[in-house]
């Protein structure tokens, strides 16, 4: 086989850079070791940043997204005993966020290949990239029985964290950063109205977070106890914390019912350096992680995919190689800022079981200082809405 771009991964990032780079009149083959089956199955993110509505639109891609997500102007912050406030991302920064899950942009990504016919492998197995550094790169997977052997001009890395693509950079060149947190969330999904804000609250029992998928779809979570398994968990003593977590008139208003996807996730941070490796290069949770509470993983991807394939597409129209050479310090600024963000909502937010009592009154603090600053509100809504891209 041959095409222009190997894609390893057919997740967000793999699918979406496949149809950006088709956009660009570049081919790709999508390699993904999962059924697609599968990979509809995992429940995940639910928040998206003005800059990856943008994206998804342009390409074409936004018709359900535009009929089924809902746009919000801004996110809401409780925290016992006060009351809560609006960060509103629209009045300081003339920016929305999408509530849409994942699994739907999943299911809108394979039909875009398939309506084009794309060339996506599912139940691929044992993809190796091969040559990366030199002239020739090609990539080998056993496919339907077949062992296969992809020639390439590149290798996009879209595997996730426990993909091989990473793992195929020797340890002497890359540079790991990486941050654990003392907790994990604890989600479910419930066919049951959502509240109407995306809010997150503080509380002496831990953090909880109040999402949505559709009008009828709810996405619940609180923070748990590293140890705690999710048999520990009934549907009934979720609600019972859940609830007592939210401030008493909100917490009137959630809708409880069955669970129909209950997971737990610990929080960590991960950022690998450079996203490059001679011509294979790292895009979405391959090259880094973050935890949750900034509702920026996907968004990342996005964002990874958007350079990557604009940088292609230079290349392929005119053997400019700037935007591929720049590609890793670009992507790794959003990375990095996003990272912060990210680390900066779970620390203002979570019950640290380390904390000391000065630590408490520090974050009690900074919690009131962003309820009274609109300085600080605008600076959060800038960077939780997302910042622009940056320019070729
Ligand atoms: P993905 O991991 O989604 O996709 C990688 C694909 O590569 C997978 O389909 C995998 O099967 C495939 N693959 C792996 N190894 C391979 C190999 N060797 N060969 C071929 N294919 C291979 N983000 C948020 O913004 N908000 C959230 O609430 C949120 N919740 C999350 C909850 C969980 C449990 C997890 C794990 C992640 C969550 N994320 C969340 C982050 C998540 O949305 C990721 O950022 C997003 O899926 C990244 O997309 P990809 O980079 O495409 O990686
Ligand atoms: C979600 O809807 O799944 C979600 C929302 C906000 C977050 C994380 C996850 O910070």
Redesign the pocket.
Known sequence: MKTQVAI???????LLLAELLHRHGISSVV????TREH?LSRI????LEQTTVDVLREAGLATRMDAEGHEHDGMRIAWAGRDDFFIDCAKYQGKRFMAYG?VQIQEDLFAAADARGATVLTE?LD?TPHEMTGERPFVTFHHNGDDVRLDCDYIAG???????SRKSIPATVLREFEKAYPFGWLGILSRTPPLTDVTYVNHPRGFALASQRTAMLSRYYIQVPLEDRIEDWSDDRFWGELTRRFPPEMARRIVTGPSIEK?I?PLRSFVVEPMRHGRLFL????AHIVP?TG???????VSDVYYLSRALAAFYRDGSASLLDGYSAMALRRVWSSERTSWYLTNLLHRFPTSSEFDQRAQESELDYLKGSVHAQAALAEQYAGMPFESA
Do not use: M, T, W, Y
Not at 31 to 34: D, H, I, M, P, S
């Open positions: 390893i991964g057919g997740g967000p990032a793999g390699l993904e070791r999962q990979v995940r993110a639910g928040i994942q691929a993809v879209c595997d996730g964290f426990h993909g091989v997971s996730a895009c979405g949770d391959a949750p509702a920026k993983g996907i968004n990342l991807a």
